[in-house]
């Protein structure tokens, strides 16, 4: 009788151990997968700032033009470094860096006052 207490003492400490150990494994797992796509998807974004750059130059493209020459460079970007970003990443990625540099532009226009009117201001965000 004594004995069947030692072995199940025994299983359930071993259990527990077994339990905690996958718990941390899979936790540990998800997180360094999180961490790698994390850092894909700043370096597309990093990488993406010259593609803009280069595209707003193109001054007799639309803005649909230029950003389907960016989502192309970025895509080939992506292939080439086998990253596992999504377009649909790439496309917002790309929207909100578009829209922070608009606001900058807008902002940095309008306190220098080479803007004479609201009706150019709004000419100009749009």
Not at 1 to 23: H, P, Q, R, W
Not at 55 to 84: D, P, R, S
Not at 93 to 107: F, G, R, W, Y
């Amino acid at each position: 009788m004594e004995d069947l207490e030692l072995y199940l003492s025994i299983a359930a400490t071993i259990f527990g151990l077994l339990v905690s150990t996958l718990t941390f494994l899979t936790k540990f797992i998800k997180c360094a997968k999180a961490k790698r796509i994390a850092e894909q998807v700043l370096k597309v974004t990093q990488d993406i700032i010259p593609f803009i750059e280069e595209a707003e130059k193109f001054i007799h493209y639309t803005g649909k033009e230029k950003k389907a020459y960016v989502m192309t460079k970025a895509t080939q970007l992506v292939i080439n470094n086998k990253m596992k970003v999504n377009q649909e990443k790439i496309s917002s990625t790309i929207d909100e860096l578009v829209s922070l540099t608009k606001q900058v532009n807008i902002a940095n226009l309008s306190s220098l006052g080479n803007i004479s009117s609201q009706k150019e201001l709004q000419r100009l965000h749009v």
